[in-house]
C-alpha cells in the first residue's frame, strides 16, 4: 500500500515537473518572441536613419561632369550596391542597400564615377527621381522595383530628387526633405543664371521681374502678376 502511494505521489510530481517545464517553455519561447519583435522593430528603426545618412552623403558628393542642366550622382557599384565613395552602404540588418540611379538630361560621358543610366528607375508619377535606396526589410527579400511608387511589403525606401542636389549644390543650401521634387528657391541677380534647369525661378535685379526657365523652349519666361 505504501508502495502504491509512494509511486502516485512520484507520478504526481512528474506531471507537475512536465507541466511546469512546458509553461516554462510556453513563457521562455513568448519572450523571445518579442524580443525578435522588438529586435526587428529597432533596426527598422536604424535602418531609416542609415538611409537619410547615405542619402544625403551621396547629395553632398552629386556633381555634374556633362554640364547639363542636371547634377548626376555617384554611379551604382556590382549589383546595385552603394558606391565605396559614399560610405556606410549596409542596413541594420547588415545587409547590402540597393541602390539604383537617374541620368537626366545629356548623356554622362565625362566622368565614369558618375551615373549615365537613362532606363527609368521610377515609374512617370515620379519623374524627379535621381536616384533611390532601398532596404530589403526583416525578410531580406526586394520587393520594390521601379514600377512602384512607394515602397513594397516591409522594404524601406528614400529617394533623392532633382531639387534636392540642386538646391544643395548650386546654392550651398542645407538640405530639404525628399517630399520636395521640385526646387523651392529663386535666383536673385542682375545678369542670367549660368547654371539652369527646368522650373528654376530667377529673379532679374535689372529690371524687377521674376522669371521661369522652360527647357521646352530654352527660354526664360516672365511670370506675371507675381
Not at 512520484?10 to 517545464?21: D, S
Not at 524580443?35 to 526587428?40: D, E, L, P, Y
Not at 561632369?65 to 549596409?90: H, I, M, R, S
Not at 515620379?126 to 513594397?152: C, F, K, P, W
Amino acid at each position: 500500500m505504501k508502495r502504491m502511494r509512494k509511486k502516485g505521489f512520484m507520478l504526481v510530481e512528474v506531471m507537475i515537473a512536465i507541466i511546469m517545464a512546458g509553461i516554462l517553455a510556453a513563457v521562455l519561447g513568448t519572450i523571445g518572441y518579442y524580443t525578435v519583435m522588438q529586435g526587428n522593430t529597432l533596426k527598422m528603426q536604424n535602418t531609416k536613419t542609415i538611409l537619410d545618412v547615405v542619402r544625403s552623403r551621396l547629395v553632398n558628393l552629386a556633381a555634374n561632369p556633362d554640364n547639363d542642366q542636371y547634377f548626376e550622382l555617384l554611379k551604382e557599384d556590382a549589383n546595385n550596391t552603394v558606391p565605396v565613395a559614399a560610405g556606410l552602404g549596409k542596413d541594420a540588418w547588415g545587409r547590402n542597400l540597393f541602390y539604383s540611379t537617374y541620368d537626366f538630361g545629356t548623356l554622362n560621358t565625362f566622368d565614369s564615377n558618375y551615373t549615365n543610366n537613362q532606363v527609368a528607375i521610377a515609374p512617370v508619377s515620379n519623374a524627379n527621381i535621381l536616384g533611390r535606396l532601398i532596404s530589403y526589410g526583416e525578410d531580406g527579400i526586394l520587393q520594390t522595383n521601379a514600377t512602384h511608387s512607394v515602397a513594397q511589403g516591409d522594404d524601406l525606401m528614400i529617394e533623392i530628387g532633382i531639387g534636392e542636389t540642386n538646391h544643395l549644390r548650386l546654392y550651398g543650401g542645407s538640405d530639404i526633405t525628399t517630399e520636395t521634387r521640385g526646387y523651392n528657391s529663386v535666383v536673385v541677380s542682375a545678369t542670367t543664371p549660368t547654371n539652369i534647369y527646368p522650373g528654376l525661378l530667377w529673379h532679374n535685379t535689372s529690371d524687377n521681374r521674376l522669371y521661369l526657365y522652360d527647357a521646352n523652349t530654352s527660354t526664360w519666361v516672365r511670370v506675371v502678376n507675381l
